[in-house]
């Protein structure tokens, strides 16, 4: 399996976020509660350090993440930090160290950007994408809070390239 690192563009909007709902729901067993959808398309119009994509040998989106500016996370982040707001590996291919290589990817383009520290919100319960966070370097810090569309237990995790 070939695997590319690229920088995503517009055309590419509807597949990440097709990407993240199929991800949630395999996560989840159900589909995403009711404005998924519409909140992360919004993330996309922020501004933005890094959209980043891995593709496949037929150029399908195999995992994406989205990194915008200082300010787009919640208002108790770290006010310089950039803020890592979608990170999605397509269910068929976790497992395959997708999600290593597209962290380090955005690990370099948040460094290159000029942001001394990066900040992410995580559910708790999803202890795959916790456990990749921290093998990354990433920190949980300050105190968990609801997940504002489904209530669930959430982290906020600090990196510092």
Same mark, same amino acid.
Request: hydrophobic share 45%; aromatic share 8%.
């Given at each position: 399996?070939s695997?590319? @690192? ?9 597949a ?5 709902? *199929? ?36 150029? +399908? ?9 200082? #300010? ?26 997708l #999600? ?7 690990? +370099? ?21 916790v #456990? ?10 300050g105190?968990?809070?609801? *997940? ?5 237990? @959430? ?7």
């Amino acid at each position: 399996m070939s695997i590319v @690192t690229a920088e995503a563009s517009d055309d590419d909007l509807e597949a990440c976020v097709a990407l993240w709902l *199929h991800a949630l729901e395999v996560r989840d067993g159900h589909p995403p509660v009711e404005g998924t959808a519409e909140r992360c398309r919004g993330k996309f119009a922020l501004a933005r350090v890094a959209w980043v994509v891995l593709r496949d040998e037929l150029a +399908e989106i195999a995992a994406f993440s989205l990194v915008t500016g200082a #300010g787009t996370g919640r208002p108790a982040d770290p006010p310089a930090a950039a803020y890592l707001s979608l990170f999605a590996v397509a269910p068929g291919r976790q497992g395959a160290g997708l #999600g290593g290589r597209l962290l380090r990817a955005v690990h +370099e383009r948040i460094a290159s950007a000029g942001y001394d520290e990066a900040v992410l919100h995580v559910l708790v319960e999803n202890a795959v994408a916790v #456990g990749l966070y921290r093998s990354q370097g990433w920190v949980e810090v300050g105190e968990r809070f609801p *997940h504002p569309l489904n209530g669930s237990a @959430t982290g906020t995790f600090v990196y510092t390239p």
